[in-house]
């Protein structure tokens, strides 16, 4: 199992650019998630999704968007890059969804937005 | 809402010196409760979790720690530390129904000295 793999490891944008962080696991976990991780404080959920075609919003979704069009993908995306968005960006799975379960990290995307 | 407070910033310990590091919860019902650890440019590894029973939790790496519903608290212990055990710890909780959105706390930085 390669467990959770996220790419890029780091990104540099500009303004107003988009891109997607790609994350996949092989684990066949129903529950993925997404954090952002800013220096001084604990991650904080953006988005997450339950099953295939499911998805909700966490913390701080605002700026990002994500789809779940099969069991191993979950991808972030961002529209319009800001600089608020600078950030480590952590995916995660676990089996299932309700907190009972151990979650599994990927090695984060550092992202720069310029 | 759910909240997580961890007070220390930074903790130094001498190896072999034990290790106690505090986590204060704020939620109305009992929550699960989690310890994880971060080592530089990794993501997150769970040491430990609490959702109902002995209130005595073992994880890994030696690594315990106890959930006193008296005092909101769910601190984690090591009798003795290894110098790999430098690294970020954050304590986090989950509410044990309802959705599924996780609070961590801010992180304590943990330095060993030889």
């Known amino acids: 199992n390669a467990g959770v793999t996220q790419t890029p490891k780091f990104q540099v944008l500009k303004t107003g650019q988009s891109m997607t962080l790609q994350c996949a696991q092989d684990?066949?976990?129903?529950?993925m998630s997404w954090y952002r991780q800013d220096p001084g404080m604990g991650l904080r959920l953006i988005h997450y999704?339950?099953?295939?075609?499911?998805?909700d919003q966490g913390e701080v979704p605002n700026g990002y968007n994500v789809s779940r069009s099969t069991t191993e993908d979950f991808p972030l995306r961002l529209l319009s890059a800001a600089p608020s968005q600078t950030s480590v960006y952590f995916c995660?799975?676990?089996?299932?969804?309700?907190?009972?379960?151990?979650?599994?990290f990927g090695p984060g995307t550092r992202l720069l937005v310029l | 809402a759910q909240s997580v407070t961890q007070p220390d910033i930074h903790i130094t310990v001498s190896e072999g010196a034990s290790l106690e590091l505090r986590c204060n919860y704020s939620?109305?019902?009992?929550?699960?409760l989690f310890w994880y650890v971060q080592s530089p440019g990794q993501g997150l590894q769970l040491l430990l979790k609490?959702?109902?029973?002995?209130?005595l939790v073992q994880g890994i790496k030696g690594f315990e720690a106890e959930f006193k519903r008296s005092q909101s608290s769910f601190n984690l212990r090591k009798p003795s530390v290894h110098w790999s055990d430098a690294a970020e710890y954050f304590c986090?909780?989950?509410?044990?129904?309802?959705?599924?959105?996780?609070?961590f706390g801010r992180g304590t930085s943990l330095i060993v000295h030889p």
């Open positions: 995660a799975s676990e089996p299932l969804a309700g907190g009972q379960e151990t979650q599994y």
């Open positions: 684990m066949n976990h129903e529950y």
């Open positions: 999704s339950v099953g295939a075609g499911i998805t």
């Open positions: 939620y109305g019902a009992t929550p699960y």
């Open positions: 609490y959702f109902s029973g002995d209130t």
């Open positions: 986090a909780v989950v509410s044990s129904g309802g959705s599924y959105i996780p609070t």
